[in-house]
């Protein structure tokens, strides 16, 4: 996301509206207007070109989405079976 400040220093020059290659400023009143902040690629051109300075851009995070934390599995042990190590007992031979 990107964010563009411009500050009371403008003078209406349009050298941002010329020369940016989005076509982001529009001049109103007599001062830019960054009308389409969402198709600035972020060049910073403007922010160079720009006689007066009065230009920021500035790139700003998005909030990284919540991720819910996987629920614990219950702490209860899961019990394992038992195998016998005993041998099996031989048949007594029945006479
Ligand atoms: S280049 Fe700077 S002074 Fe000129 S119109 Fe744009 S913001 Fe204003
Ligand atoms: S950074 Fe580049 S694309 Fe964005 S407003 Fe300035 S000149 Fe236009």
């Known amino acids: 996301m990107v964010k563009i400040i411009v500050s009371p220093k403008c003078t209406g020059c349009e050298t941002c509206v010329n020369n940016c290659p ?5 001049i109103k009143n007599g001062k830019s ?3 389409r902040v969402e ?4 060049c910073r ?3 160079s070109q720009c006689p007066e300075g ?11 989405a919540k991720v819910e934390k996987p629920k614990v ?3 209860k042990k899961k019990t ?3 195998t016998s190590l005993k041998t099996p007992r031989a048949k007594k031979p029945s006479n």
């Open 73 to 75: 599995e219950d702490k």
């Open 80 to 82: 394992k079976k038992k």
């Open 22 to 26: 989005s076509s982001v400023y529009d």
């Open 39 to 42: 198709d600035c690629i972020v």
């Open 45 to 47: 051109t403007c922010e």
């Open 33 to 35: 207007v960054p009308a």
């Open 54 to 64: 009065a230009i920021q851009v500035i790139e700003v995070e998005m909030e990284p």
